[in-house]
Each structure stands twice: as structure tokens, then as C-alpha cells.
């Protein structure tokens, strides 16, 4: 049978009539309307490693701080009648957990020979201070995360403006100020570090002071390269042709535009920060006792490895879940602000 035949023997019923113009319809976005953020959340909140990693570094940073005011123990307070007590959970009945200890091939209960009430429990067990690992751990943590943010604050004011300052003029007034930075990036940090010490007693001005003298210089150099590659552009060069100050088209038009360069980079500027820090600590070259910082944790844990390892792996686990947590966030801004990046 012949098709128009099949059409021609079709009831009206069978057919709809168009109601109106349908252009409204073929026009209409099917998509909502997002700004550049909202775009940049979107896509960060698809990367899974990194949404976990800032859930992560949330918990990690809302506990730093809930303990400043309420803490299991005093993390400075000594005892020497509790020294190297291991771990003790209440409720778990698990060796290097429950309070017992290997000595001389038997297991030993470690609580019960120090005379340690029933109610009084060191999760983390203690060091050879008789000083909770536990309360030490979030005070160390608390201090390093402090150290690494005021480091990221110096990255924005000192390496922002530098950057904006130097790319934004040009000329001889840039070719001075690389020149500078060149002289300043050819100084290692642990001879910047050793200066401030003669300056400073070790704690944490003095390593802020390290960190503020050297750790701007990467993203100084970040933003004048992109405020070279902004300032040619057509809007830029028109706030310029209609008279508007220099600092004003920064703010107003290069600096937004640039931001999302600054966040990612700052992202990564806080690992560094944190692992910097603990490599002064470590050596000695930072926080002193009765301090607590990662760092120091550190330090005093790998002297009783052999024999309490607990002391050195709970800093050691500590420190590597910040850092690879911070790096996979720092991965997933990368990502969800660029807008090459594909679905």
C-alpha cells in the first residue's frame, strides 16, 4: 500500500495542531544561566577526590579549632609517672590498644603497673613526658595549619601587589623589581632561616618571617605574567584611553580576572607551607618545647621508633593526609577554573 494512501486513511483525530509560533519555544535556553563561579563549583563538586578532600580538610580544621577550647588533656602538662603509656581505647580489647604493651616477649599492661585510674585514658597513648599524644597532635596540628594560612596571607598581599605593581607599569620599573625577586630567589630558605634566627628566637615568628621573605616570589611572578598578558586587552586599554588611574583598571578589571590564577596557586602554596614548617621543626630549627607543632612531633617521635613507633607514625599519617588532601583540592580548583576544561 502506498504511504500517502496509509496518510490519506488516517482519522483528523490523529493529528495536532500547531498552537501559535513556535520561535519562542526553538529560543528558549535550555540551560540556567551561571556565573563563572557558580560554573566553577558546578564542575569542582563532579571531581570526587577533591570534594571528599575539602570535606576532609573542613573536619580536620573544625576540630583544630573546637579543641583550643576543649582538649582531652593539657597538651603541656607533664607527668612523669605516665611516661610512654600506650594507646587505650575504652571498649576495645585489641593489643597496642587497650593499654598493653610488649616487653620482654610478653604483653604487659602498661596502665595498671603506672597506676592509672580506670576513667583516665591517653587514646594516643603518651611520650616520654608523660604528655597525651592526642591533646599534642591537635595542638601540632592547630599551630602547623596556622603557620600555613599566614603564609598563604603573605602569598596574596605581598605577591599579588608585587606582581600587579611590576606587570601593570612595565618598563624600567619592572625590569628593577624582577632583577630584586631574581636576587631574592637565589637565597635558600634555610639560609633566610638561620638569619632569623639571629634575629628571632625559634617559634613561629621567626619561621613566618623565613616564609614572608621567599615563599611570595612564585606568585609575584604568576601574577605579572598575567597582568602582562591583560593589560593589551581592549578594556584595559580603554579605561586607559578614558583617563582612569592605574590602581583603579587593577582592582576593577585585571585583579578579577586573575583571581581564579591566585586561588589555584595559593591552594598550592599551603602544603609547602605546612611542609616547610615541619622540616624546620624537625631539625630544630623551629617551634621549641612546650610548643607543638607536626614538625615537632615528628622530631620527637623517631627517637623512640624502635620501640614506640605509635609516637612517629600518628604525626606521619597526620601530615601526609593534610598535604595529599590539600593537593587534590588544589588539583580540583585547577580544574574547575579553567575554562578549556572539558565535561
Not at 599534642?136 to 595549619?145: K, V
Not at 603573605?154 to 601587589?161: E, P, R
Not at 607543638?292 to 615528628?298: H, I, R
Not at 614506640?308 to 585547577?334: E, H, K, Q
Amino acid at each position: 500500500m502506498d504511504v500517502s494512501k496509509k496518510v490519506k486513511d488516517l482519522p483528523a483525530s490523529a493529528f495536532e495542531l500547531l498552537q501559535g509560533s513556535t520561535a519562542a519555544k526553538r529560543e528558549e535556553i535550555a540551560m540556567p544561566s551561571l556565573t563563572f563561579m557558580q560554573d566553577s563549583w558546578r564542575r569542582l563538586k563532579k571531581n570526587k577526590a577533591a570534594v571528599i578532600s575539602m570535606a576532609a580538610l573542613g573536619i580536620i580544621i573544625l576540630i583544630s579549632v573546637v579543641t583550643i577550647f576543649v582538649s582531652p588533656h593539657n597538651p603541656t602538662q607533664q607527668n612523669i609517672d605516665y611516661i610512654n603509656l600506650p594507646p587505650r581505647i575504652p571498649g576495645v580489647d585489641i593489643d597496642g590498644l587497650n593499654g598493653k604493651m610488649e616487653v620482654a616477649g610478653q604483653m604487659v599492661d602498661k596502665y595498671q603497673e603506672a597506676d592509672v585510674p580506670a576513667n583516665v585514658n591517653f587514646y594516643l597513648g603518651t611520650d616520654g613526658l608523660g604528655r597525651d599524644v592526642l591533646s599534642r597532635l591537635f595542638m601540632g596540628t592547630r599551630i602547623s595549619l596556622l603557620i600555613a594560612f599566614i603564609a598563604a596571607l603573605f602569598d596574596i598581599t605581598i605577591g599579588v601587589v608585587y606582581g600587579l605593581i611590576s606587570g601593570l607599569i612595565g618598563g624600567r620599573v619592572d625590569n628593577v623589581m624582577q632583577r630584586f625577586l631574581e636576587v631574592l630567589s637565589g637565597i635558600p630558605n634555610l639560609v633566610v632561616m638561620i638569619l632569623m634566627l639571629v634575629v628571632f628566637k625559634p617559634g613561629i615568628i621567626s619561621i613566618v618571617a623565613a616564609m614572608a621573605i621567599t615563599n611570595w616570589i612564585p606568585m609575584a611572578r604568576i601574577v605579572r605574567a598575567q597582568t602582562l598578558k591583560l593589560k593589551d586587552q581592549e578594556y584595559v586599554l580603554a579605561g586607559m584611553t578614558l583617563g582612569e588611574p592605574k590602581w583603579r583598571i587593577a582592582l576593577k578589571h585585571i585583579l578579577p580576572n586573575i583571581s581564579s590564577v591566585i586561588i589555584i596557586q595559593m591552594m598550592f602554596s599551603i602544603p609547602s607551607a605546612i611542609f616547610f614548617e615541619a622540616f624546620l621543626s624537625f631539625i630544630g630549627l623551629g617551634l621549641t618545647p612546650p610548643a607543638a607543632s607536626l614538625g615537632t612531633l615528628l622530631n620527637d617521635g623517631y627517637k623512640t621508633f624502635l620501640y614506640l613507633p605509635y609516637l612517629l607514625w600518628i604525626p606521619a599519617i597526620t601530615i601526609s593526609v593534610i598535604m595529599i588532601c590539600f593537593n587534590l583540592l588544589a588539583d580540583g580548583v585547577r580544574d574547575a577554573f579553567d575554562p578549556k576544561m572539558k565535561e
